[in-house]
C-alpha cells in the first residue's frame, strides 16, 4: 500500500437495458476502501469541532475537578457532517488518569455507522519515559487495522510516526517546542517519512477566551494531499484526537498546555 498513490476507481454498474443505475459520479467507488471511508477520497480537509460539556462549563466556573466523554463533530470545509465521535471510557478512568487516560473512540457516519473505531491503551507520553509511549491504533471497518499513530521519543519537539497496517512508517508529525494556545493556533506538521517535505497539517485553533477557560472543548484542522491513501486519512484522524489528548485535554479543568515533552 503506498499511501500517496492515485486511489483506483470501480467502473459503474450498468443494468441489464442498457441504462446506467444512477449518475457516474455515484458509480465511482474506490476498490479496497473499507466501507464508510469513500468520501475522505474526494476530500483534502476536515475539520474536528468538539462538543461543549454544560457540565464540564459549570464545573469549570466553579473550579470543580469533573470530566466527561469527549464528543466531537468531523466536519467538510463548508461546515457539514461528515462524522461524529464519541469517546468509550469510564467515568474512574476519567477522574483517576486524566488526560493519559486509556479509552476507545467510535466513529459513526451519518447513518450512525460505525466507520473508524480507536484504541488508545494507558502509556507514559513524558521523555523520561521512552519505552512506553503513547500510541493509538486505528481500525476501519471495526476489528480490521489499517494504521496506527506511534509517538516518537523526543526532548524538543513532539513527534509521532503514522504507520500503516503492517507497521511501516509513511508519514511523521512534527509539533512545535511551545504547544501552549494563546490566542493563536498550534499548528503541527505533517512531513514525510525523510521530513524533507510538509504535505498537511494538524492546527489547534483558538476558540475563544470563554471557551478556553471553562472547558477543554476545542476545535482542529486537518489537511493532507488529495491523493493520499484513504487509509492514511483516517490515521491522521486519530493522530488529531490523540494530540488532542495529549496536549489540550485538561484534567480537573486545569490547563494542560506545556512545551514539548517536558
Known sequence: MQPMGQPQFAPPVEMQDGQWMGPVAEQMV?????PGLEYLTMIDQLIVKQKVEIGEAIAGMFDIGYESKNKYKILNSLGQN??????????????CCGPVRPFDM????????????LSRPLNCQSC????CLQEM???????????????????????????????????????????????????FSVMTPDESEEVGKISKSWSGVLKEAFTDADNFGISFPMDLDVRCKATLIGACFLIDYMFFEKKANSESDGLGML
Open 30 to 34: 474506490p476498490l479496497n476502501c473499507p
Open 82 to 95: 461528515v462524522y461524529k465521535a464519541k469517546e468509550d471510557s469510564d467515568c474512574c478512568t476519567r477522574m
Open 137 to 187: 491504533e486505528v481500525s476501519s471497518p471495526p476489528g480490521t487495522v489499517i494504521g496506527s499513530v506511534k509517538q516518537q521519543w523526543s526532548v524538543i519537539k513532539p513527534k509521532f510516526s503514522i504507520c500503516d497496517a503492517d507497521g511501516n512508517e509513511v508519514l511523521v508529525i512534527v509539533g512545535p517546542f511551545c504547544t501552549f494556545s494563546i490566542c493563536g493556533d498550534v499548528e
Open 128 to 131: 523520561w519515559f521512552p519505552c
Open 106 to 117: 467510535v466513529i459513526k457516519d451519518n447513518k450512525d455507522e460505525e466507520v473508524i473505531h
